[in-house]
């Protein structure tokens, strides 16, 4: 059983503002196990967007929350991301979504490459 959505979101947001990092809570999903996707803002119109690993990137035990880089490019155009987010909310209302503000583009997540 992996953490709960809403504790993991609480974790990772604490985690930026320790590190110095503007992170914020744009929308809160279904506190057990809703999806979560994750924006980091360069500050420059470009962004970089992530979302959940498909179920085959896990072992059977696997309590880690994985994501996936949702676009080919290392970074995309703002509007990009958000047109995407508004398809996954249209699909998923119980989604969550946190932006993260970092010039550098440091996610902080555990990503899976492919």
Do not use: N
Request: charge should be negative.
């Amino acid at each position: 059983m992996r953490l709960r959505s809403d504790i993991f979101v609480s974790a990772f947001i604490r985690r930026c503002g320790v590190e110095g990092v503007p992170a914020m809570l744009r929308k809160r999903g279904a506190a057990e196990a809703g999806a979560i996707f994750v924006k980091i803002d360069l500050l420059d119109g470009r962004c970089a967007l992530y979302g959940p690993a498909p179920q085959t990137a896990f072992g059977e035990d696997d309590l880690e929350r994985r994501f996936v880089r949702l676009h080919a490019d290392a970074t995309i155009d703002i509007p990009a991301a958000e047109d995407r987010l508004a398809r996954e909310m249209r699909f998923d209302p119980d989604l969550w979504i946190v932006e993260v503000e970092d010039r550098t583009g440091a996610h902080r997540l555990d990503v899976v490459e492919g």
